[in-house]
């Protein structure tokens, strides 16, 4: 068993406590803002948390308040944020592999066609491949639609498409404008593309590396669960923001029938991917609103870019749920048995984030006079690493800032390092007790 600080689930907290803390520093330096003047030390702090977890939320304006090097040094934290994530989810599914021993080494290797032991080198630089060719593309699309569609000159328009290719991918969803992408809310240009690049890193990077394989029979069942699960949640989430918020003088009633079909689609994809907006938010529907904080709960996919208890974890619990209604006596997916250890962490990563957001609700509530369901929508937004506000952010006291960074932290980090230490320090009981069945319901 891994012990002390050498357990990776130990390893990653640090790892992200300290680019955290090197981001900070640099931020809080002169050069970082517009203005030449410092920058507070919990402003600098929630910034940094905000891009290393890829949130997006934030307490000034990105756009106004940073200069070019600390707009530099935020590209730079969120490509960390996002190939860290992506990268040590991998290799922790390789030391998971490595611990459960030689039989289920050879059983993750038939069932996963992926990751298996001594492949880390090959994970790593797939992660920064991918990366780098999906941000390059989107970057690539977005300065030519800056450029040619909007005049703006070619440096700027160039910087323009990297920072928000960037921010796309990594589930950031930070622009230089302080109403997000509400100025392109016609454009399809900018908002498919933002979408597109957004969900490929939603996907996480094992269904990427199996897409590229080209082999669909051969897909792994994390594989053929995320896929549909992923789409299907976001097709659900347009499907709400068309049908409620169609005729709403605040957000789609304005606009002709194409326009609300793409506004639709791309906050229908936003919740559980980078987190723009092109109406806004503080306008949506409570019927609306609900739905967005269910799909950021959720996230995307496992070792992706975005938070929440992911997908896949999502979907087993439906899994487990469809097999007891039908009295079945295990879980059975597509050809394959759900084992009983990933029920109960599936039912852990759940239990565990609804507790802690509605935890931070409360302390919300607590410390701001802010309404319950702008509160709700924040905090659920910040454990998802999605980014969405009512407009709070910026208002929050001390206090609520430092609720909103710790949720950040642990919606980024908390499910990966929770489940490696839960498979990491699993052990079989040498006898059992007694059964007896408690009554439920």
Known sequence: MITGWRHPARLVVLAFLAAMAVATALLMLPVS??????????TALFTAA????????????????????GEVV?????????????????????????RLGLHMQLTVKTETNTLNLGQVRRVVAGVVTISLVVEAIGALVLALRFWLGYGEPFGQAVYSGIFHSISSF??????????????????????????????????????LFEFLRRHRKRWSLHTKITVPVYLGLMAFGTLVVL?????????????????????????????????FNTVDVAQLQPATMLVNNVLMFIGGGSAGTTGGIKVTTFAVLAFVLLAEVRAEPSVHVMGRRIGAEVQRQAVTVAL?????????????????????????FEATSAFG?????????????PTGQLVIIVLMFIGRVGPITLVSSLALRE???????????????
């Not at 730079?76 to 996002?82: A, F, H, I, R």
């Open 50 to 69: 905000s891009g290393i977890s890829g949130t997006g939320l934030a307490v000034v304006d990105t756009g106004s308040h940073w200069s070019v090097f």
């Open 243 to 275: 049908v409620v918020e169609w005729g709403r003088t605040g957000t789609l009633g304005p606009y002709g029938v194409g326009d609300k079909l793409l506004i639709g689609l791309f906050h229908g994809v936003m919740p559980g991917t980078a987190g």
């Open 427 to 441: 052990r079989r009981r040498r006898y059992e007790l007694p059964e007896e069945r408690p009554i439920v319901g």
């Open 170 to 207: 990594n589930s950031v969803g930070l622009s230089f404008y302080p109403d997000s992408l509400m100025r392109y809310a016609t454009d399809p240009w900018v908002c498919l593309t933002v979408a597109a690049v957004a969900v490929t890193g939603g996907f996480g990077f094992p269904v």
């Open 74 to 98: 935020l590209l730079v934290l969120w490509q960390v944020g996002g190939f860290g994530i992506m990268t040590i989810a991998s290799v922790l599914a390789l030391l998971v592999s490595h």
């Open 385 to 397: 690493g999605v980014g969405m506000s009512t407009g709070i952010t910026p208002q929050l006291p």
């Open 352 to 376: 565990l984030g609804v507790g802690i957001v509605m935890a931070a609700t409360l302390v919300l509530l607590a410390t701001t006079s802010f309404r319950l369901d702008a509160v709700l």
């Open 33 to 42: 803002t517009e203005s030449g003047q410092a920058t507070g030390f919990l």
